[in-house]
């Protein structure tokens, strides 16, 4: 681990997480060119951040590339087909969106009637696909011989955490890869399996099924912190060294180098003032998935903080956030196509810079 801790958050978005993906492999891109490895394989995220923490899909790609150790290639191309299989809608098993264009208003409309009386889809395509996934990658024995079923906790794997929302008291839990310090509280969830912490961080009401871990109930993180940029932020204490037995003696803070954020991509920002009820609703529970206000709030704290400190203790902030040309809903697979377009256009022209700076202080 380095000395100046190099953090890394991932926000939600269902299908869109594949523009995170393709950021982070852009950034990956530019180390590997830094480091002068030519036609090699690109590195590893895990060996060039200290701990990563992603909400629903944020979440699953930060337990690719962290906890089962993938590169960001192979990760895209893993993401790609479990979303594709989670969400298709499907009636006596034959997937509707199979049938061309006529089988996707089709099962679109079948998934909108659904969800006024259950979610529109069920858990078992997520956990058969992290099975398949933990089998086909794992470096560990025990991940491939126990698949979805093993600990999410291995601490020898990287640091990562899954941010999921506790229903009965509407607060965040993160799931972790690592066993935290005692002074970072409750450790109640610490034998949570892979595939129910991963169903947790994904169960975004209507969409997918709430989730029962230890006899709590668990919707996904989004709900609270679909940006978990400041749960990122906080969990840097629990890479710090351990709290000196003396209560008067002063605990050594955790030093960070950069935190970097990664989006899933927007459309718009907040518009004009709702003219109706619907609207207002709509525009109300928005704000819970508010990721651009999230960015904002903590740069602005974190630029406070950091004129407060000497020059060698201050944090660099990277968020990279691609432009979409129109909404796409957060099960909308088939339009990840638009996805890749619009985020490759936005990392050779406004993130381009940015990125190559972010790359060359992960070389450092």
Not at 217 to 225: R, S
């Amino acid at each position: 681990m380095s000395t100046r801790l190099r953090l890394l958050s991932l926000d939600g978005g269902g299908v869109k997480g594949i523009s995170t993906l393709l950021i982070l492999d852009r950034i990956m891109e530019e180390v590997k060119n830094l480091r002068g490895q030519g036609d090699g394989m690109k590195p590893l995220p895990k060996d060039y951040f200290d701990l990563a923490g992603g909400t629903s899909s944020g979440g699953l790609i930060a337990l690719m590339l962290f906890r089962l150790g993938m590169s960001t290639t192979v990760a895209i191309e893993k993401f790609e087909t479990i979303v594709t299989d989670l969400f298709s809608p499907r009636i006596w098993g034959l997937n509707l969106h199979d049938f061309d264009m006529a089988g996707y208003w089709v099962g679109n409309g079948f998934l909108q009637l659904k969800s006024l009386f259950q979610s529109r889809f069920p858990r078992e395509p997520l956990t058969a696909a992290i099975d398949k996934v933990m089998e086909e990658t794992s470096t560990y024995e025990d991940d491939v011989s126990n698949k979805g079923n093993n600990k999410l906790l291995k601490e020898e794997s990287g640091r990562m955490f899954m941010c999921a929302t506790r229903i009965d008291k509407s607060e965040s839990v993160l799931f972790k890869s690592y066993k935290p310090p005692e002074d970072a509280g409750s450790s109640e969830f610490e034998n949570v399996s892979i595939a129910d912490a991963a169903c947790a961080t994904s169960a975004a009401p209507t969409f997918l099924p709430h989730v029962a871990i230890d006899g709590v109930d668990f919707w996904d993180g989004a709900l609270i912190n679909n940006n978990p940029i400041h749960q990122v932020w906080e969990a840097r204490y629990d890479l710090a060294p351990p709290l000196p037995s003396d209560e008067d003696q002063v605990a050594e803070e955790p030093t960070v180098s950069c935190i970097v954020s990664i989006g899933t991509g927007y459309h718009t920002e907040a518009g004009e003032l709702p003219e109706n009820i619907l609207n207002t609703i709509a525009t109300v529970m928005s704000y819970s998935t508010n990721t651009r206000a999230k960015d904002r709030d903590f740069r602005r704290g974190l630029g406070r903080l950091n004129r407060r400190r000497p020059k060698d203790k201050r944090t660099k902030y990277f968020r990279f956030d691609a432009f979409i040309r129109e909404e796409v809903n957060i099960d909308d697979w088939q339009k990840m196509k638009i996805l890749r377009e619009d985020t490759e256009k936005w990392m050779e022209t406004k993130g381009k810079d940015e990125i190559k700076e972010c790359a060359t202080l992960l070389c450092q």
